[in-house]
T-cell receptor, first 113, second 114 residues
Framework: KQEVTQIPAALSVPEGENLVLNCSFT??????LQWFRQDPGKGLTSLLL?????REQTSGRLNASLDKSSGRSTLYIAASQPGDSATYLC????????????FGKGTKLSVIP | ETGVTQTPRHLVMGMTNKKSLKCEQH?????MYWYKQSAKKPLELMFV???????ENNSVPSRFSPECPNSSHLFLHLHTLQPEDSALYLC?????????????FGPGTRLLVL
């Protein structure tokens, strides 16, 4: 059974700092890995999706990497802003034929002005 | 109204009540999902529907009963719930079910069972 772990559970950084959020998964046979953002009282917003054949994806100040062999993914946020404060979730999709998107518990990020 | 909407946003119910959660997507998608997000636990998939047909039931107790009358609407009927069912219930949709599809989430219904 796939398990997804995110460490740390919470992170506080000053504005302008670059930061890295970590995600690890136990079963390397994934189809893709996705990063989401969740704001308090709101649903999830998809940030980046990395296919298993890809090494990284970029969107603006966000860069996500994937290393299937080590079971790890990272989300890099450049020049953090207070508006980046949210909970960041990663989720692994198993092979084709399953709908079970397995989520981590998330990392709660606070960017201090 | 755009995206995925959910009503009500907050719900308090007793263990003997019957209530329903509603989800509507305005994206023309074919797949819809119910998730449960409990405090201190990862988001858990409950049900998946594709073109009004249930394609996955992730070992959810029968006190939760989903209904998908058409591809734009999804309901979760609740009856005789337990306090441990208190959670944020999220609805999502995607163009089609399965991997490779980005899921779009609604804001959720915060449920408290007394």
């Amino acid at each position: 059974k796939q398990e997804v772990t995110q460490i740390p559970a919470a992170l506080s950084v000053p504005e302008g700092e670059n930061l890295v959020l970590n995600c690890s998964f136990t079963d390397s046979a994934i189809y893709n890995l996705q990063w989401f953002r969740q704001d308090p009282g709101k649903g999830l917003t998809s940030l980046l999706l990395i296919q298993s054949s890809q090494r990284e994806q970029t969107s603006g100040r966000l860069n996500a990497s994937l290393d299937k062999s080590s079971g790890r993914s990272t989300l890099y946020i450049a020049a953090s802003q207070p508006g980046d404060s949210a909970t960041y979730l990663c989720a692994a999709y198993p092979g084709a034929g399953s709908y079970q998107l397995t989520f981590g518990k998330g990392t709660k990020l606070s960017v201090i002005p | 109204e755009t995206g995925v909407t959910q009503t009500p946003r907050h719900l308090v119910m007793g263990m003997t009540n019957k209530k329903s959660l509603k989800c509507e997507q305005h994206l023309g998608h074919n797949a819809m999902y119910w998730y449960k997000q409990s405090a201190k636990k990862p988001l858990e998939l409950m049900f998946v529907y594709s073109l009004e047909e249930r394609v996955e039931n992730n070992s959810v107790p029968s006190r939760f009963s989903p209904e998908c009358p058409n591809s734009s609407h999804l309901f979760l009927h609740l009856h005789t719930l337990q306090p441990e069912d208190s959670a944020l219930y999220l609805c999502a949709s995607s163009q089609d079910p399965g991997p490779g599809e980005t899921q779009y989430f609604g804001p959720g219904t915060r449920l408290l069972v007394l």
